[in-house]
């Protein structure tokens, strides 16, 4: 992070120098995600409208905005998160693999295995071990797994957090540090093997240090999964995705404005409000 | 090397100096209340308190005003308003206690855990016999009605807070409204529902009915309580990983509160520990010990100290003040294992 210091205004210089860019499709993982036409509700209320947007296998997504502009409700929407809320309402197809997660008659706790979350507080099951919240997603949905140990050794590395850990194994998951929390959240999401990890503004609640070591979790899971992160950290959205997409809302419901390669999003915008945006002049 | 070695200290604690003058604050209000007492014609402990309790305030109000102003001196009178309270709401409870210690002791001797009353009649010398038989029908009736409104109470709680239905506002107000039901109604309801009509014969399960009635409404409310302080990120961290409500609930949300629901558990059980109206209606108070809950009657703790009561003759008052006594210390560990138990699980 220190090596190629920068400053607000060289974002684009960043994503640029980020990483080599993977094409759309390149992944060989499967069609991916698809969003087609999401709207979303709460109550009465509009909060999200008509929002497109392909997630190709293989690829890290990054959606920026400001508050309250929707970018969390549509990713609840992408793994049935979004239902959890009593007054809650949506239009729309989301498409995993071609098929519309809210066709009736899915099994919306096997969308859910599919398509993993990390939320913006870590939240480690108190009552259980490092271990066991690794394990529980096994545990909460009935899956059986020959070899326990060597999954969470594997999942808890993916995470980066097994050196930290294992010693220490049967600790409570609260006796962490926050970063660590964090990281043993994604290895929980990590244990029963989704296809999609979508996380919540993951590193809102950590300091620099736990937040580099997720953003290099992260650049390593891309490889065999695909990723949908939001962050009001436009510097962390040019460090890690491939795609970023620009939610606003003005006082309405919130809108996709642009997506685009993380490059262009901050080089060259299309639309002025992402220009503002990524360069500082407002939200 | 010289080590420079500093002390922890408290810089924030008041100085003996100012201790001092808060004792002679009070020692000058005790002072004064001996001397209007003896001077005037007020007579009694409480003009004894209420003297000393004003001249507290006064002097304090005084001596905080002339030295730091009137906002100090404001707050020292709603420190001492706030001190009286204190005292106006412990004293009759070390009054209770020391009184049940007191009159019970006369009637406490060993011998009394391993008898009953079947061969004595509550006149006797108080050696002999004994309360076996209510301590028994006490940890039966209690234990079959808590098998019965263990479930029921949790998963009531477990309905209006994580199912959320459209029943859950009728079903709260309807367990706020029980939790005040009198408990002599439970013990009419078991007698006109059951007795009457179908068993004919009142028994340690009659009790035990009526109990869980009574511990139901606790146990829900407690336990309601309990789970809406567990955050929702847990639940749905758990449903995120592909679990059913079901098992979110009963694999993390549940674990997480369990000190609480022991908690919850205890307290319900001491509700109903020294309830005595519903089972002189429904259990039948014998005096032999009885294993059988569903067969004849069963005695209790509270129904023998009933008994002795109105039996009225010195020993039998006797024997009445000392199962309160052991009612009591029953009653204390419960509290202080709850106390315990909800402690342990919110350090981590």
């Keep these: 992070m220190e090596t190629k210091a920068t400053t607000p205004s060289s974002l684009s210089d960043v994503a640029n120098s980020a990483k080599a860019r993977k094409q759309p499709g390149s992944g060989k993982l499967g069609v991916g995600l698809e969003a087609r036409g999401v709207h979303a509700w709460f109550g009465d209320k509009l909060v999200l409208r008509d929002v497109s947007l392909d997630f190709w296998s293989g690829t890290v997504t990054a959606l920026i905005g400001p508050s309250g502009c929707g970018k969390s409700t549509f990713i609840r929407t992408l793994n049935r998160m979004h239902e959890f809320i009593p007054s809650a309402a949506m239009a729309g197809e989301v498409l995993l693999n071609g098929q519309d997660i809210y066709e009736p008659g899915i099994d919306v706790t096997k969308i859910r295995l599919k398509v993993g979350m990390v939320f913006q507080k870590p939240n480690p099951f108190p009552s259980m071990t490092i271990a066991d919240n690794v394990l529980a997603g096994l545990k909460l949905a009935q899956l059986k797994t020959a070899k326990k140990d060597d999954l969470l050794e594997e999942c808890l590395n993916r995470a980066g957090l097994w050196s930290e850990v294992k010693d220490r194994l049967n600790a409570y998951g609260g006796s962490l540090s926050g970063g660590q929390q964090q990281r043993l959240c994604i290895a929980r999401s990590l244990a029963v093997r989704p296809e999609v990890l979508l996380m919540d503004e993951p590193c809102s609640a950590l300091d620099p240090g736990s937040t580099l070591k997720i953003e290099e979790t992260i650049q390593q899971l891309s490889s065999t999964m695909t990723i949908i992160i939001v962050t009001h950290n436009m510097q962390q959205a040019a460090r890690v995705s491939d795609y970023t997409g620009f939610f606003l809302s003005d006082g309405g419901p919130g809108e996709l404005v642009e997506v685009g390669p993380t490059n262009e999003i901050f080089s060259r915008p299309k639309d002025t409000r992402t220009e503002n945006y990524v360069t500082g002049r407002f939200g | ?348």
């Design chain 2, 1 to 348: 090397m010289s080590t420079v070695t500093v002390k922890p200290g408290r810089p924030w604690k008041r100085t003996p100096k100012q201790v001092m003058s808060t004792v002679l604050v009070l020692l000058v209000s005790a002072a004064i209340s001996f001397t209007a007492v003896a001077a005037t014609e007020m007579k009694g402990k409480l003009a004894y308190l209420a003297i000393f309790f004003i001249s507290v305030v006064v002097i304090n109000f005084a001596e905080n005003y002339f030295n730091r102003g009137i906002a100090a001196a404001k707050d020292s009178v709603s420190s001492s308003v706030t001190a009286a309270g204190l005292v106006i709401a412990v004293v009759p409870i070390f009054s209770i206690l020391y009184t049940i210690f007191d009159y019970g002791r006369a009637g406490l001797n060993f011998n009394m855990f391993l008898k009953d009353m079947s061969a004595n009649g509550p006149n006797d010398p108080l050696g002999q016999g004994g309360l076996l038989h209510a301590l028994l029908g006490s940890f039966i009736m209690v234990g079959f009605g808590l098998l019965m409104s263990l479930p029921i109470g949790i998963l009531t709680a477990i309905y209006l807070t994580e199912i959320k239905g459209i029943y859950s506002r009728p079903i709260r107000f309807l367990v706020q409204a029980m939790s005040g039901v009198p408990s002599i109604v439970a013990g009419l309801f078991i007698l006109s529902a059951i007795i009457f009509p179908i068993t004919k014969s009142s028994s340690g399960f009659m009790g035990s009915l009526a109990l869980a009635i009574l511990m139901i409404p606790t146990i829900a409310r407690t336990s309601e309580e309990v789970l809406l302080l567990i955050p929702d990120d847990l639940r749905e961290a758990g449903v995120a990983l592909g679990g059913t409500q079901w098992r979110t609930v009963s694999l993390i949300v549940v674990p997480a509160a369990k000190s609480g629901l022991v908690t919850a558990i205890i307290l319900g059980i001491a509700r109903v520990a020294g309830e005595t109206a519903p089972l002189i209606l429904v259990s039948g108070g014998g005096d032999a010990v009885n294993a059988n809950p569903f067969e004849s009657p069963m005695g209790s703790l509270p129904f023998y100290i009933w008994k002795g009561f109105i039996f009225g003759t010195t020993e039998s008052i006797a024997r009445s003040w000392a199962g309160i006594f052991v009612l009591l210390v029953i009653i204390f560990f419960l509290f202080i294992a709850a106390r315990m138990l909800s402690g342990s699980g919110s350090k981590k």
